[in-house]
């Protein structure tokens, strides 16, 4: 599946970002939003490829663009066999977060990027539109950390795991109301907190890299960042751990819908008929073949954000493969006009 694709995702998500940092600090996220997923899907639909959108912009909005179900890519074309050989004709599975973190790029904050991941098709949980309860955790603590348990007993896990102390341990958990007595168990367990306002894919993300100082993320957010962060850190071999939140009581929002009893009733129709299910990355993010990529609009802990010069942008992106078992930094400098200058680093 890999090949020039891995190269070509690269500037799928540099042109999602570019496009939605030039609505940075501008207080329109919707733009924001909407401009990335133009620039995401005319990019990836000049790839030789034979895609399908799992993971797409909201299925409660009905995007125009995007959508779950949406066909991308050249080899998608009924006449395709004539021009796709039989590796591009193979069927791909995407889930896409043109903008993850709408409103970051907004309010010109820290943490946004444009994010995707691919697999082979089947190989990616569709997750429905809903939210996730979310533990992320570095390598070495994969499989000892269990969300079943309390944050406490998580932080002296990963404490030993780390070989450091619980108040040398850092934990993300996004500042929202249905986390007050999460946030407070960990203060009181002596591990820090660093609270986001948005962006939880990259928090995720971060616990697989040491030397970003974050070790945990806690909490809950929505499911389909879930899965992108769970193909992530397959990849990288991270905990991940997800389990999907329907109880419209527990997530304090009315984003999901009126009622337990109804939500229960739309997973099942979706096929989901443990609703409480606990799923590790490799179940969210299944596929023999895993990529993720990932390109930074305002600056964050993993990559810096888009810098405009005279007649051209740079750009730094992650890619990640499971293939070829790497995760590519890719710095990028964009050539549009003659630039005046350019600058080495
Ligand atoms: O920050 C986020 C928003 O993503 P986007 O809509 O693409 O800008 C995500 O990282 C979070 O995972 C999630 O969407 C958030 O937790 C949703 O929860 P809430 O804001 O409390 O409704
Ligand atoms: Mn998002
Ligand atoms: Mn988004």
Redesign the pocket.
Known sequence: MENTLGLEIIEVVEQAAIASSKWMGKGEKNIA?QVAVEAMRERMNKIHMRGRIVIGEGERDEAPMLYIGEEVGICTRPDAANFCNVNELVEIDIAV?P?????LVAYGQNGSMAVLAISEKGGLFAAPDF?MKKLAAPAAARGHVDINKSATENLKILSECLNRAVEELVVVV?D?PRHKELIQEIRTAGARVRLIS????SAAICCAFSGTNIHALMG???AP?GVISAAALRCLGGHFQGQLIYDPEV?Q?G?IGESREGNLARLNEMGITDGDRVYNANELASGETVLFAGCGITPGTLMDGVRFFHGGARTQSLVISSQSKTARFVDTVHLWDEPKNIQLR
């Open positions: 939003d977060d903008c993850e973190g709408t409103n939210y996004m929202r948005d962006g939880d894919v809950i957010g929505a960042e997530v929002t984003l």
